[in-house]
């Protein structure tokens, strides 16, 4: 037996406790942090308290009590049944709703147009590259509000009255009244089909993950975009005969004053959408852009040399590419529209800050209306801003 195995272990060094000292770079950040938060805190409370008692002082109602009262006034337009007599927190909810419509529809739309203006300035057709160059430079130029108004002024008065209204058939008429549309009677039949679309969705998404790895393994492409769009038209339709195949449709009827039946957008609803749409687009269209010149020439090459298609370069090489870069500024876009939508109330379009003023003219309760638009605001834009987050790690994941 050696002389070193009758030497007992050492026994392990004991914990020694933190002990606070200012010397700490990250106790003093921790220190920092709590004052930093606490002024916050106290200042805050200093301006509700003192505003309170100054309201107080001149006898202004405070509260949001009258969420509960009868708004008394009518919307125009909303998807929501709403009446006069409905409280005010319905009225804010039809509100939400209409800035919802347009802000979903144009994130949607914009996206496309942004999209396809962005890659066309790549083209190799010298027209198509001027033409993207153009309107990029003239909307993105023009201010937003008088784009608004544009629109507007072109539905109210360079459109014919209703009585002169243009129309396809007796399906679609378009008049200062608006654009009038044939609606399906919602039935069973309607009901399965959306859910089939919905499947549909979600096969071709799954069949999109399958042609990537397939691409990925041999570098040879499947088709995609007419796959998917037969899984999403087949799985509709699949649905609608499942649900008896009814054909009942609402169509509109034109009378001497106004369109009865049928779907219809309002002018207004139509000046905002095509205003923020036009506008946002042309600086997503940059955002685009940048982010497919930020992807180096050799990867170009590189899927040139595979046999690759400038198409299919561009959708399966280039663009999954670009996505790091266009999606962080990209977010900024659509929160910059669903901003802008708030400019709604120039042209009488009743979204939420529009409600928002009537109910403040009514019941005086200024903070109270401000609060709800700021908080109502903020809840979407973080909304947006995780969802794109999410997104953004998830393209991140996949890139590596």
Known sequence: MSEHSLIPPRPAPALRRKVFSWRSKQARAIVYQVLAVSLIVFLIWLLVSNTMANMKTRGIQSGFDFLLQPAGFDIGEGW??????????????????????????????????GTLLGVGRF?????????????????????????????????????????????????????????????????????LALAGALVGVVASVLYARSARRHF?????????????????????????????????????????????????????YLAVLLGLVLYTSAFVAEVVRAGIASVSLGQHEASASLGLSRGHSMRLVVLPQALRVIIPPLTNQYLNLTKNSSLAVAVGYPDLVSIANTSLNQTGRAVECIAIIMLIYLSTSLATSGLMNWFNSRAAIKER
């Open 123 to 191: 083209s190799r057709n010298a027209l198509v590259r001027a033409l993207c160059y153009g309107y990029v430079e003239m909307f993105r130029n023009i201010p937003v509000l008088l784009q608004l108004l544009m629109w507007y002024l072109l539905f109210t008065e360079y459109l014919p009255a209703i009585d002169q209204a243009l129309h396809i058939g007796k399906w679609v008429y378009v008049s200062k009244n608006g654009l009038s549309y044939p609606s399906p009677v919602w039935g069973l039949g309607q009901t």
């Open 216 to 268: 990925d393994l041999t570098g040879k492409p499947r088709p995609v975009l007419w796959v998917s769009l037969a899984l999403v038209v087949g799985g509709a339709v699949l649905g609608w005969l499942a649900g008896g195949a009814p054909n009942e449709w609402n169509l509109p009827l034109l009378t001497e004053s106004q369109v009865e039946g049928g779907g219809a957008l309002s002018p207004e």
């Open 80 to 113: 929501l049944s709403y009446d006069s007599i409905d409280p005010y927190w319905k009225a804010f909810l039809v509100g939400l709703v209409n800035t919802l419509r347009v802000a979903v529809v144009g994130i949607v739309l914009t996206s496309i147009l």
